[in-house]
């Protein structure tokens, strides 16, 4: 069967259409993916809610201060629906939608440096906030570097160490076991093979002629070569190679230099005919040699059940070395194979066939039987390194990392094992799943972390009840196959090695090296835009907050003339608080980011905490400012100076808790609490002198109906706004330590 979108690479043939558009395999998928619908990321569907709340907040406030103030202060309809629109204006946090933007940009540019290409905006947050991460195992938990772990032979048990495609390692003997009861008696048992270094079971490879022909057999019987990688130092003792071909005949040449076996030498010395080339329906590639003495061989490997069905002997050694075939036992082979793959092995089996000179053609009735056995390979494509420690990093930060593979269940458990997955003792398959029902899949979702041998509709149906548990979903995946499921989840990631361009167009991000640690960096980037973003809320709005409560005050009280006027709230909106808000998107990574649980779907942006700090600090501001500006009235100042001296208070105000604001929690009385961030103290640093030239600069006095004022005012200014620095300190002290008797609350309390 030959499916549509299938290219064909060589040869010819004819066939019969038997479906075309969507009932295709190729056309499912894109059904799959047409009924998809993308869900709206949890910011935004927080930012939503939040810009109703205001929205409303806004206009009742307004028209309850407009209403009170013509009917019970009796100011002229006018005048307050200007003082009205003054309220608006200031409570409203024009800057929003750019800090939001530029901070997620930043996120952006932050991933693209460490490999991670989003493409779309909102996901960078998304990322942040994803409780459960579904991966692929192949090239993303795993090197894709395909390493010879197990060598079996009638003779013994050897291990090989070393890993990927570098050729520095050792052939050691495991264990020693005869596949014969008729070789108990060979002085061989007593020999070589079992002797044993004090630190390894090394062997002479000389006195190992099986072992050797088995090695031989594999490098003949392959298509793949190996080449020197340009980055390596030539003058090293360690090369590294590159495959160009199958990843797992590229270990098999791997296996043989480490038995310092020359490749080429070999190669030459048995030069090939002919070759049957490997096939799924037969499940085995075989290759004839010529000798340059008389002899021939044909060599075949393939999938070990189908080439023990070929065989009738088996390759063993005897006294003093001697290369002898006795007759197959099929038991000692079958309870290796299962004995391999319970350790998560995939196996290759490698036969031989001797044959003369005058055979130059292989056909399939040559291999079907009649052949010996010489040994089987042991595979693992072992864990990356920087996996080991990713998934740690997950299990520390609350994420359950569930791994998604088309493996065999044994296979994916032995991998899970050494990823020290959450639970690696349960596998689900793809036919397990197929049988349970919705209520028993929902039950055990939340416990299996080991899916095998699944199908793309398994990974979709994964996601859909994942999510109907309120869990933020990432899902890894590189073929077509995978785009319903990438578009499903909240954050799809393709590979951008190895992954398709449909994949790439479903997902949100793409991975550029297709490293499972690139996720969560990337999750502890997204988590650093959110705490950035709660950052910018905690700052922004107590701003708004405390220059309408100034406006609000002023008219209960019944203020004749009020202490800002709407350009000079503009003043400080746009031009101060937006460029204090800027230095707080930069802000790096805190220590404990991927300490902290993820955040529930459905956690508004403003916590209980928050909204309890957004009022305390503008209640400081307000008072603060509403009592400076008395203040200048008394002194007899006019109400230019008087407002000059409140916006400034205000605006120094604004710079003193842009310090408390670059932590949340922490305490900001040390060095990297004041110097941590240095767009904070060029912010700082360049809105001082703004507002030198707002108070001074004659065309600015102009404008914003300011006046110059005096040292003393300066004086007095700084001591008041200075006064939030401390007590935001004393208020977050306080929290920190109920926070200390309750470690069950939440991060964001």
């Given at each position: 069967m030959a499916f549509s979108g299938t290219l064909v690479t060589h040869g010819q043939g004819?066939?019969?259409?038997?479906?075309?558009?969507?009932?295709?395999?190729?056309?499912?998928?894109?059904?799959?993916?047409?009924?998809?619908?993308?869900?709206?990321?949890?910011?935004?569907?927080?930012?939503?809610?939040?810009?109703?709340?205001?929205?409303?907040?806004?206009?009742?406030?307004?028209?309850?201060?407009?209403?009170?103030?013509?009917?019970?202060?009796?100011?002229?309809?006018?005048?307050?629906?200007?003082?009205?629109?003054?309220?608006?204006?200031?409570?409203?946090?024009?800057?929003?939608?750019?800090i939001m933007t530029i901070t997620l940009a930043i996120g952006v540019q932050r991933?693209?440096?460490?490999?991670?290409?989003?493409?779309?905006?909102?996901?960078?947050?998304?990322?942040?906030?994803?409780?459960?991460?579904?991966?692929?195992?192949?090239?993303?938990?795993?090197?894709?570097?395909?390493?010879?772990?197990?060598?079996?032979?009638?003779?013994?048990?050897?291990?090989?160490?070393?890993?990927?495609?570098?050729?520095?390692?050792?052939?050691?003997?495991?264990?020693?076991?005869?596949?014969?009861?008729?070789?108990?008696?060979?002085?061989?048992?007593?020999?070589s093979l079992e002797k044993k270094s004090q630190d390894a079971n090394e062997i002479n490879l000389e006195e190992s002629p099986v072992l050797i022909e088995t090695l031989q057999a594999a490098l003949l019987c392959n298509d793949a070569s190996l080449e020197l990688d340009e980055k390596t130092d030539t003058d090293s003792s360690s090369k590294q190679y590159l495959v160009n071909g199958d990843p797992m005949e590229g270990a098999l040449l791997v296996a043989g230099l480490k038995a310092s076996l020359d490749l080429q030498s070999v190669t030459k010395k048995y030069p090939r005919i002919d070759l049957i080339p490997f096939e799924s329906e037969h499940r085995y590639m075989a290759t004839l040699h010529h000798s340059h003495i008389d002899d021939a061989f044909i060599y075949l490997k393939g999938a070990p059940e189908r080439v023990l069905e070929m065989c009738a002997n088996q390759r063993c050694t005897g006294e003093n070395q001697i290369v002898h075939t006795e007759p197959l036992e099929s038991s000692y082979w079958l309870e290796q194979i299962d004995q391999m793959a319970q350790q998560g092995q995939r196996v290759l089996a490698i036969a031989v066939k001797t044959t003369n000179n005058s055979h130059r053609d292989l056909k399939y009735s040559d291999v079907e039987n009649g052949m010996t056995m010489l040994g089987l390979f042991g595979f693992i494509d072992p864990p990356r390194e920087e996996a080991i420690k990713a998934v740690e990093d997950c299990v520390n930060a609350g994420i359950r990392v569930k791994m998604i593979t088309g493996d065999h269940g044994a296979t994916a458990r032995a991998i899970a094992q050494q990823l020290k997955l959450t639970n690696s003792a349960d596998v689900l398959t793809g036919q397990e799943l197929e049988k349970m029902n919705e209520d028993t899949l929902r039950t055990r979702v939340l416990d299996v972390d080991i899916y095998a041998r699944?199908?793309?509709?398994?990974?979709?149906?994964?996601?859909?009840?994942?999510?109907?548990?309120?869990?933020?979903?990432?899902?890894?995946?590189?073929?077509?196959?995978?785009?319903?499921?990438?578009?499903?989840?909240?954050?799809?990631?393709?590979?951008?090695?190895?992954?398709?361009?449909?994949?790439?167009?479903?997902?949100?991000?793409?991975?550029?090296?297709?490293?499972?640690?690139?996720?969560?960096?990337?999750?502890?980037?997204?988590?650093?835009?959110?705490?950035?973003?709660?950052?910018?809320?905690?700052?922004?709005?107590?701003?708004?907050?405390?220059?309408?409560?100034?406006?609000?005050?002023?008219?209960?009280?019944?203020?004749?003339?009020?202490?800002?006027?709407?350009?000079?709230?503009?003043?400080?909106?746009?031009?101060?608080?937006?460029?204090?808000?800027?230095?707080?998107?930069?802000?790096?990574?805190?220590?404990?980011?991927?300490?902290?649980?993820?955040?529930?779907?459905?956690?508004?942006?403003?916590?209980?905490?928050?909204?309890?700090?957004?009022?305390?600090?503008?209640?400081?501001?307000?008072?603060?400012?509403?009592?400076?500006?008395?203040?200048?009235?008394?002194?007899?100042?006019?109400?230019?100076?008087?407002?000059?001296?409140?916006?400034?208070?205000?605006?120094?105000?604004?710079?003193?808790?842009?310090?408390?604001?670059?932590?949340?929690?922490?305490?900001?009385?040390?060095?990297?609490?004041?110097?941590?961030?240095?767009?904070?103290?060029?912010?700082?640093?360049?809105?001082?002198?703004?507002?030198?030239?707002?108070t001074y600069l004659p065309f600015m006095q102009t404008l914003f109906g300011t006046v110059a004022i005096n040292l003393n005012s300066w004086i007095f200014i700084v001591l008041v706004a200075s006064s939030v620095l401390f007590l935001v300190e004393i208020e977050k002290l306080f929290v920190r330590n109920i926070r200390l008797r309750k470690p069950g609350v939440h991060n964001g309390i």
């Open positions: 004819r066939g019969i259409v038997v479906a075309t558009g969507v009932q295709t395999e190729l056309g499912h998928i894109s059904r799959l993916v047409s009924e998809v619908k993308s869900e709206t990321t949890p910011l935004l569907r927080q930012i939503a809610d939040f810009g109703r709340w205001l929205t409303i907040s806004i206009a009742v406030i307004s028209a309850a201060t407009f209403a009170f103030g013509v009917w019970a202060r009796e100011y002229a309809v006018a005048e307050m629906f200007l003082a009205s629109v003054s309220l608006a204006v200031a409570a409203i946090p024009e800057g929003l939608p750019a991933m693209a440096r460490h490999n991670a290409i989003i493409r779309r905006l909102p996901a960078v947050e998304t990322l942040g906030a994803v409780s459960v991460i579904c991966t692929d195992k192949t090239g993303t938990l795993t090197r894709n570097e395909m390493t010879v772990r197990k060598i079996v032979t009638s003779a013994g048990l050897f291990d090989l160490t070393g890993t990927g495609y570098d050729p520095d390692g050792t052939i050691s003997l495991e264990d020693f076991s005869l596949g014969n009861k008729s070789l108990e008696n060979h002085s061989l048992q007593n020999k699944v199908s793309p509709e398994h990974k979709l149906r994964l996601v859909n009840v994942l999510q109907d548990q309120d869990l933020i979903v990432a899902m890894t995946g590189d073929g077509v196959n995978d785009a319903p499921a990438l578009k499903r989840a909240d954050v799809g990631i393709a590979m951008g090695r190895n992954g398709t361009e449909a994949a790439k167009e479903a997902a949100e991000m793409v991975l550029a090296d297709d490293n499972f640690a690139t996720i969560v960096h990337s999750v502890k980037e997204g988590r650093t835009v959110y705490a950035n973003l709660q950052k910018a809320f905690l700052f922004m709005l107590p701003n708004n907050g405390g220059e309408a409560l100034v406006l609000i005050a002023a008219i209960l009280i019944g203020f004749q003339q009020l202490p800002l006027t709407p350009v000079q709230i503009l003043w400080v909106n746009m031009v101060t608080a937006v460029a204090l808000e800027l230095a707080l998107a930069f802000e790096p990574p805190e220590k404990d980011i991927m300490m902290r649980k993820p955040r529930h779907a459905n956690m508004p942006i403003l916590t209980h905490y928050l909204i309890w700090r957004i009022v305390f600090v503008s209640l400081i501001m307000m008072v603060g400012t509403m009592g400076l500006f008395l203040w200048g009235m008394e002194q007899g100042e006019s109400v230019e100076y008087a407002r000059t001296v409140a916006v400034n208070t205000l605006v120094i105000f604004q710079i003193f808790y842009l310090f408390n604001s670059r932590y949340i929690h922490a305490s900001i009385f040390n060095w990297e609490g004041f110097t941590g961030n240095r767009y904070v103290l060029y912010a700082t640093s360049i809105l001082v002198l703004f507002q030198l030239g707002f």
